[in-house]
């Protein structure tokens, strides 16, 4: 790569013993404090996960769902779980329109599912960890108790939402938290306390439970105690394409992961160095490619375990050869879809001593998810439910029992058979044109953990409208035909690279974010 052409913002973070990556400095201190002590990739990566919970509690948290890529370098496994909820047995197309709903709600008490978050965890550390949940959950409850500093974006978007969470554990004397302010959240320990000492049946047994239906159907939802005594995770196949000689690793639908595999499949059959990195030929053919790969997603992505998913066809080459002939290298296509929504997700990625890794995302969608917030646990409830479709006749349509179409996709990617990266970005649907993007920036470019995220990004919004990042030339895009509007929401990522030659750790983290890669 031309240098010239791009200059990170910040160093790569290099390491040799064990590395974590997230949005927020000590939710990645707290993970590599579990690594240093003995515990691998896996129990830092719960460790990392509920210290984000208490730090940034707009984006994540016991409330939401989770997703997860893992590989044990012994024993060369890697593996997909599947920690989203479902969504209860009394909610139904039926329920909605009755409620006077002709669409699913996008926020409020019927757009919640049952939260998947505490069992993905505990099946993470039940089948690869070495530290007991509750030795994992200390570092969250040490900081949840006795309070930390708020870091400056996660104050700002804290802050965007505060008239949400009036009467709520959430804010300090009725405001917010400025950046700086020391927040406690002593309700939300408690919750944590009991989990450390219970295990995931503190949460989807027993009072906590009850009590967390209770609120809900108070506030006219249906989620029942029952729903959480039935909710389990689900270990996948991760699915995978190659894109120029790497093999690109997602967990399966439910998740949007196979839009990127799809976007990369198209583009894999255009030669984009010659476009030159950064040029409005480069950036057009990113855009069309995405919209082939969204339209195709939303035409399928479904809880499998319900619904047929064709992911083999989706995934086909010759098909993406039929898709790719549809660009049009002089002419933005016309193709709108729903709107873009906003996400409240975080996302962390560890790789340890013996190079087993972890590459995990945790969300409770929008920030503060459902806005119901549970009073006296610091629960705060997602709205996962608000992705499902309420036309019968579609694969993603609302049924009891099932899961909705997610957003949030861990990812990894090999080289010759071996682990070369564990990588993420989040944001809503931003994350496949992320993860599209920072693929591309380190393979066709060449570029290295902190300069593939770094790199500008486009997005497209769904209603034709494309959001560029400075660097990008917005006028020559338009000239084709894209719609350019004004935007700030181009996701976060992390990513670690295990050096091919010597076997280094080599970690990036997205400056969109408040958070750091660290190493020992």
């Not at 709903?101 to 599912?113: A, N, V, W, Y």
């Not at 939260?115 to 960890?129: F, I």
């Not at 944590?192 to 009072?207: C, H, K, N, S, T």
């Not at 020559?476 to 700030?488: R, S, W």
């Amino acid at each position: 790569m031309n240098m010239r052409h791009f200059s990170s913002r910040r160093s790569v973070v290099m390491a040799n013993n064990g590395l974590v990556a997230t949005s927020q400095p000590l939710a990645a201190q707290a993970g590599l404090r579990i690594l240093m002590a003995g515990g691998n990739a896996i129990d830092a990566a719960v460790a990392t996960a509920a210290v984000l919970n208490v730090v940034e509690p707009m984006s994540t948290g016991v409330g939401g769902d989770l997703f997860a890529l893992t590989y044990i370098a012994k024993t060369d496994q890697l593996t997909a779980l599947n920690g989203s909820g479902r969504a209860p047995a009394a909610l139904s197309i039926e329920h909605l329109h009755r409620s006077g709903h002709t669409e699913m709600p996008e926020m409020g008490p019927l757009s919640i599912t049952v939260p998947g978050t505490v069992d993905g965890w505990a099946t993470l550390l039940d089948r690869h960890g070495s530290m007991p949940l509750s030795e994992v959950l200390k570092p969250a409850i040490d900081y949840a108790e006795h309070g930390f500093p708020v870091s400056e974006i996660i104050a700002t978007e804290w802050q965007e939402v505060e008239a949400l969470l009036q009467s709520t554990a959430f804010l300090i004397n009725g405001h917010a938290p400025r950046a700086g302010e020391v927040f406690r959240n002593l309700e939300l320990a408690g919750t944590l306390r009991a989990i450390a000492e219970g295990g995931r049946d503190a949460f989807y047994r027993g009072p906590l439970a009850e009590t967390i239906a209770r609120h809900v159907q108070t506030e006219g939802g249906v989620l029942s105690a029952d729903d959480f005594a039935q909710h389990t995770s689900t270990w996948d196949t991760p699915i995978s394409t190659n894109y120029h000689g790497v093999d690109i690793y997602e967990c399966p639908p439910n998740g949007q992961g196979i839009v990127a595999l799809m976007a990369l499949n198209i583009l894999e059959g255009i030669d984009l160095r010659s476009m030159g990195y950064s040029s409005t030929a480069y950036y057009h053919h990113i855009l069309e490619a995405l919209k082939l790969a969204f339209a195709d997603g939303f035409a399928h992505i479904a809880d499998p375990g319900k619904v047929p998913v064709p992911i083999d066809d989706m995934l086909d080459k010759d098909y993406a050869a039929l898709r790719r002939k549809l660009i049009d290298p002089n002419r933005a296509r016309l193709h709108t879809l729903t709107g873009l929504p906003r996400g409240g997700t975080v996302y962390l990625t560890v790789v340890d001593k013996d190079r087993n890794a972890c590459s995990l995302i945790n969300s409770i969608f929008y920030d503060f998810g459902s806005g119901v917030i549970v009073p006296r646990t610091g629960v705060v409830l997602h709205n996962r439910g608000a992705l499902f479709s309420l036309d019968e006749s579609h694969p993603n349509a609302l049924a009891p029992g099932k899961r909705p179409y997610q957003t949030i996709i861990p990812a990894m990617a090999f080289k010759d058979g071996r682990l070369w990266s564990s990588f993420g970005v989040m944001g809503g649907h931003i994350q496949p044109q992320g993860h599209t993007q920072v693929m591309l920036n380190a393979i066709d470019f060449g570029m290295n953990s902190q300069q593939a995220l770094d790199a500008p990004r486009v997005v497209w919004r769904f209603d034709n409208s494309v959001s560029v990042e400075a660097g990008i030339d917005n006028r020559a895009l338009a000239d084709l035909g894209h719609e350019v509007i004004p935007g700030n929401g181009f996701g976060g990522g992390q990513m670690i690279v295990i050096d091919p030659e010597s076997g280094a750790l080599l970690g990036g983290s997205d400056p969109r974010k408040d958070g750091c890669a660290l190493g020992y």
